[in-house]
T-cell receptor, first 120, second 110 residues
Framework: EAGVAQSPRYKIIEKRQSVAFWCNPISGHATLYWYQQILGQGPKLLIQFQNNGVVDDSQLPKDRFSAERLKGVDSTLKIQPAKLEDSAVYLC??????????????????FGPGTRLTVT | QKEVEQNSGPLSVPEGAIASLNCTYSDRGSQSFFWYRQYSGKSPELIMSIYSNGDKEDGRFTAQLNKASQYVSLLIRDSQPSDSATYLCAVTDSSYKLIFGSGTRLLVRP
């Protein structure tokens, strides 16, 4: 079974530029997550999609970050304009959880390789 | 503010010893508990999940959960240098959002 795919793996941009990240989840996984991981910290959830709808975006800085998951499969996360403090690894994860089917194991999240963003 | 607390380490153990990693959480409504391993420069890898009080064993790994004390631990038996990594504790809150600790860095000395 193929894992979560992400691209690009690395990106260097100047502040105030824009950048986009792409994620393809594990086949059949209904839920997709974007996390930000700053060096020395645990991942922090930015946004959660259930199929193509947003479940939680409470920690997404909506003035500069946007995300979409068209057709309930692939997702893109965009930052515009970038700030120095956006330098981090952006992780995409997926899980099989589906609302109304809460069972053990369905909340296990599997991560992609991440995109390391450096803003200069 | 829902929190997951871990000692940042590093926890240094000799090869062959038992490594004990601990985690506490603040949300009494938490139902699912996970341990992820993260090598330097890599993404987190799920190694254990536990949902009910008690112990769960998988190979050299044992996860322990005590909901009354809001405490989760991970034991690694016969530690190997390849186990050297950061171990992230993650807990679902009452809305099933995953909250991560900052991780404990484990060093296994040959």
């Amino acid at each position: 079974e193929a894992g979560v795919a992400q691209s690009p793996r690395y990106k260097i941009i100047e502040k105030r530029q824009s950048v986009a990240f792409w994620c393809n989840p594990i086949s059949g996984h209904a839920t997709l997550y974007w996390y930000q991981q700053i060096l020395g910290q645990g991942p922090k959830l930015l946004i959660q999609f259930q199929n193509n709808g947003v479940v939680d975006d409470s920690q997404l800085p909506k003035d500069r970050f946007s995300a979409e998951r068209l057709k309930g499969v692939d997702s893109t996360l965009k930052i515009q304009p970038a700030k120095l403090e956006d330098s981090a690894v952006y992780l995409c994860a997926s899980s099989p959880i589906n609302r109304g089917k809460k069972r053990q194991g369905s909340y296990e999240q599997y991560f992609g390789p991440g995109t390391r963003l450096t803003v200069t | 503010q829902k929190e997951v607390e871990q000692n940042s380490g590093p926890l240094s153990v000799p090869e062959g010893a038992i490594a004990s990693l601990n985690c506490t959480y603040s949300d009494r409504g938490s139902q699912s508990f996970f341990w992820y391993r993260q090598y330097s420069g890599k993404s987190p890898e799920l190694i254990m999940s536990i949902y009910s009080n008690g112990d769960k064993e998988d190979g050299r790994f044992t996860a322990q959960l005590n909901k009354a004390s809001q405490y989760v631990s991970l034991l690694i038996r016969d530690s190997q240098p390849s186990d050297s990594a950061t171990y992230l504790c993650a807990v679902t809150d009452s809305s099933y959002k995953l909250i991560f600790g900052s991780g404990t860095r484990l060093l296994v000395r040959p």
